[in-house]
Nanobody, 115 residues
């Protein structure tokens, strides 16, 4: 079993920055792809950013150029650096990891962008 613990969410003004972290722990597991989704109440969850085991990245069009995903395999951690935040980025952000055929999700962290 793998557990994911997220941190770094909060309230920020438009134009500000936040850095989300997601640390994985548990019994022996292989870290394959990692990433972040987000969800606004009443809307479908959407992919924000994805990073493969080879460090290839993929971003939603709405965040490209503003968000950066990275990973530290030694720490089993994935990060999401969010810059130039906009009110429409307000959502609950969920991290995930793929290990073999399984996907594990974090509990979610709230990001609110408001003046």
């Amino acid at each position: 079993q793998v557990q994911l613990v997220e941190s770094g969410g909060g309230l920020v003004q438009p134009g500000g920055s936040l850095r989300l972290s997601c640390a994985a722990s548990g019994s022996r597991f292989r870290l394959d792809a990692m990433g972040w989704d987000r969800q606004v109440p009443g809307k479908e969850r959407e992919l924000v950013a994805h990073i493969t085991s080879g460090d290839s990245t993929n971003y939603a069009g709405s965040v490209k150029g503003r968000f950066t995903i990275s990973r530290d395999n030694a720490k089993n951690t994935v990060y999401l650096q969010m810059d130039s935040l906009k009110p429409e980025d307000t959502a609950v952000y969920y991290c995930y990891i793929q290990t073999g055929a399984r996907v594990y999700w974090g509990q979610g962290t709230q990001v609110t962008v408001s003046s």
